[in-house]
T-cell receptor, first 108, second 112 residues
């Protein structure tokens, strides 16, 4: 089965609302990353976060590696935040495991 | 900073055709990856390489060949394109410890 569960699968927000995206892994991990995929397909790394909390502007990532989970919080969402958010984990095998993503749509 | 360049950006092929996708990185990263992304299926690993001339099969290697002749480049060959196939192929690179992963902009494949 799928080793990475992302929730929700899709989310529609009104501009200004906050979002909480979750990522849960079924295997042990050494590190975690969050990516943003633009509507045209290119991927941008948001956070490399093996543990703890990191913040960048309106985005906050919290990883609890022992519990195999990570979250991405988006505050005061903007229309330009629309796209797909992917989480990725790296385990001892060094193979990277991706979730299916959360598709976010922010409406005016 | 560095960049990963994938060529071509768009690739249209004929059924049965052999097609090659190229990827160049100037991060001086050791590890490079090829992923395939289909709608609703997430990213699936085709091949990866941890150093020059190394090749490791991913979950989706059947139907593909790869080549890592230089540290900076990693190419992927679709050995026989399937009719109506449509997917995005993403190249990525990272340090040997996988501290951070960087992606190219992708190659969109359509097979007629």
């Amino acid at each position: 089965g799928q080793q990475v569960q992302q929730s929700p699968a899709s989310l529609v927000l009104q501009e200004g609302e906050n979002a909480e995206l979750q990522c849960n892994f079924s295997t042990s991990l050494n590190s975690m990353q969050w990516f943003y995929q633009r509507p045209e397909g290119s991927l941008v790394s948001l956070f490399y976060n093996p543990s703890g909390t990191k913040q960048s502007g309106r985005l906050t990532s919290t990883t609890v590696i022992k519990e195999r989970r990570s979250s991405l919080h988006i505050s005061s969402s903007q229309i330009t935040d629309s796209g797909t958010y992917l989480c990725e984990g790296t385990g001892n095998t060094r193979k990277l495991i991706f979730g299916l993503g959360t598709t976010l749509q922010v409406q005016p | 900073g560095g960049i990963i360049t994938q060529t071509p950006k768009f690739l249209i092929g004929q059924e049965g055709q052999k097609l090659t996708l190229k990827c160049q990185q100037n991060f001086n990263h050791d590890t490079m990856y090829w992923y395939r992304q289909d709608s609703g299926k997430g990213l699936r690993l085709i091949y990866y390489s941890i150093t020059e001339n190394d090749l490791q099969k991913g979950d989706l290697s059947e139907g593909y060949d790869a080549s890592r002749e230089k540290k900076s480049s990693f190419s992927l060959t679709v050995t026989s394109a399937q009719k109506n196939e449509m997917a995005v192929f993403l190249c990525a690179s990272s340090t040997i410890s996988n501290e951070r992963l960087f992606f190219g902009h992708g190659t969109k494949l359509s097979v007629l």
